[in-house]
């Protein structure tokens, strides 16, 4: 109503009713917004968990290189998160999604003491693809996986014959080795002037001013090579430290597997080597380096043996 000069006046009641309508919109967004939160929370710990899932049967396959592949609902950041910390270090996993068009973090986290997961820090789509290969240094030390999203496509060029042969039966759908797509990050074997470069001689990965350095031995000897060219340098030299973590552990079983085949009559000749085994302290990456030519010998010493540990 206006009154005489021309001023709004308005009743306690409706002046009430604004207000209070103001206070219930107000809680209806806040609760609202935090079921969306909890439901999204619930999602990504069932899909973390579901991850895990996907991972055992590649872990336990006695196929060389294996692929599987992932697809959620709504576009799904995954974070994948490496930390040294324990015996063997852990792997965690936390997926933030999108609603109403922005990333909603969560703060749930799916974490295993023993899964070894390559990829960029940050993986952003729907569909991803995963496959595994063991990794031998120089008995097997844990299969590693590579996780990669279906947007983020890779053409390999100038390969080695056997590394073009598997990536053909693997037949994943974003990886190529021929009609690559434009958009594909380029993985070149002795080219210059690619996205990732690999110098599969000396043993190494570049990316820009990045290096990483891969080892192993036995046929699974690529192992580490893809986990560097899927993965960021942080994550990649986490996993790395967790895995000769792994490899300190493994050394002192076999030591022990050592002194009960010695007591049924055979020869024991590799407990010093297990012993330098067990006392590694890995720098980074480059450490991988020096230590493949002891690992090759302790390798070749256990396979001429007639009760080989492994």
């Known amino acids: 109503m206006l009154n005489k000069k021309g001023a709004i006046e308005m009743s306690f009641g409706w002046i009430f009713a604004i207000i209070a309508g103001i206070v219930i919109i107000f809680i209806a967004i806040y609760v609202s917004s935090k079921f969306i939160k909890v439901g999204q929370e619930s999602v990504s710990a069932k899909t973390g968990k579901e991850i895990s899932i996907l991972l055992d049967p590649l872990e336990t396959s006695f196929e060389s290189a294996q692929t599987t592949s992932m697809t959620i609902p709504s576009e799904t950041r995954i974070n994948n998160q490496c930390e040294e910390t ?173 002194i009960i085949i010695e007591e049924k009559g055979c020869e024991t000749d590799l407990r010093e080597d297990l012993s330098t085994l067990s006392e590694i302290i890995l720098g980074g990456s480059e450490t991988l380096v020096g230590l493949k030519t002891i690992v090759d010998g302790i390798d070749e010493k256990n396979n001429l043996r007639r009760c080989p540990l492994w």
């Open 86 to 258: 324990g015996t063997f270090g852990r792997q965690v996993i936390s997926l933030d999604q999108k609603s109403f068009n922005k990333w909603v973090e969560t703060e749930v986290k799916v974490g295993f003491n023993n899964k070894y997961i390559f990829s960029k820090e940050e993986i952003e789509g729907k569909k991803f693809y995963i496959f595994s290969k063991p990794f031998n240094f120089p008995f097997k030390i844990a299969d590693l996986f590579y996780l990669t999203s279906e947007g983020d496509s890779y053409c390999f060029k100038n390969a080695p014959e056997e590394i073009n042969e598997e990536l053909f039966k693997l037949n994943q759908s974003n990886i190529f080795i021929e009609n690559c797509p434009v958009s594909s990050a380029k993985v070149c074997f002795g080219n210059n002037n690619c996205e990732i470069e690999v110098n599969y001689a000396q043993g190494y990965v570049e990316k820009g001013e990045e290096r990483m350095y891969f080892s192993g031995t036995g046929e699974d000897s690529t192992a580490l090579m893809y986990a560097a060219i899927f993965s960021d340098k942080n994550v990649y030299e986490c996993q790395v430290k967790r895995l000769m973590m792994r490899l300190e552990e493994l050394s002192l079983l076999y030591k022990d597997k050592e």
